[in-house]
């Protein structure tokens, strides 16, 4: 099962509400599910060294959630065995006091990578747009009356189209973008919410104001309803992936990463003419240099005494 059939379509209305949260509707095999997302884990590894190699693109993946919708567990184990140095995370905590007295993408911008390498933002610029629409945050920053002046509708619809230009932007300068929005039922997410407080590894997880955020389930759904419809565009797609079943949901961010590094047709360098000239010449050194290291352990080998066997004193 690809995870084409989750990407929002530009432009094509999607209520993301009656989108399935798990994996009952595509009748997926559990045991074959798992088998392909090793296979595509291994596939990820080879083709992220062409692109790192590559680098003429960079890839930013955007992974939002309600709470307790295991954004963190699947980052660690479906980027586990890709090279490090290729792939950097980002968590966009409530913004500091130095990130509010700039603009909101500001601190985003900081973290766009360098081409050749993946960026994974757990949260991102789309807080400013959800959480800070959801809770009327807005409302409260410190800008200029010709800004905080206009209607919530027409102040957030201009976000919109800051965000779908920044996307762009980014798209135009050689980067892809690819959202993804992990879409748990509330049962999931109350089951999670109570295995934070019953597992002691997992209280420091747990706030008491995580059960406000529970109580506004339909409204963050709501607003993310609208948010991704307004947003997800050709080159910077969001994709609404069913989140209840773990292993079905880090099997589909496989397939989505894998057609956008294919997208990219990364290819490894090659030498210069003059540098591909120089490889007879070098290669000629280093195997001389080898055929020494052999003949050196040959010839010690040879010259080392044998040890004497030790008799056993005969009683």
Known sequence: MKADKYRIQEGKKTDI?????????????????IAKYEEN??????????FYADAREGLIVVIQALDA??????????FSGINPQGVKVHYYKAPTAEELAHDY??????????????????????????????EDIWQGYHMSDRVLDDTKKKFFGKRYEQVNNFEEYLYENSYRMVKIFLHVSKE???????????????????????????????????????????????NSPWYVLPGDQRWYTRYLITEILLDALKACKPEYPELPPEEREKLPECRKV???????????????????PKKKSKKKNKK
């Open 105 to 134: 993408l500001w601190r985003i911008h900081q973290n766009i990578p360098r081409r050749g390498e993946i960026a994974v933002f757990n949260r991102s610029h789309y807080e400013d747009l959800v959480t800070v629409q959801a």
């Open 286 to 304: 280093l195997s001389e240099a080898m055929a020494e290291y052999e003949n050196g352990k040959k010839d010690k080998k040879s010259v080392e």
């Open 41 to 50: 884990k291994r596939d990820l590894v080879l083709l992220q060294d062409k």
């Open 188 to 234: 999931e997410q109350t089951g999670q919410l109570l295995e934070r407080i019953e597992l002691p590894e997992k209280n420091w997880k747990f706030r008491a104001d995580d059960l406000k955020v529970r109580e506004k389930y339909d409204a963050y759904l709501k607003c993310f309803n609208e948010v991704i419809n307004r947003t997800s565009t050709k």
């Open 69 to 78: 919708s295991g954004k963190d567990s699947c980052i660690k184990y479906v």
């Open 17 to 33: 509400r009656k989108l399935p949260t798990d994996s009952r509707e595509d009748k997926a095999d559990k045991e074959e599910i």
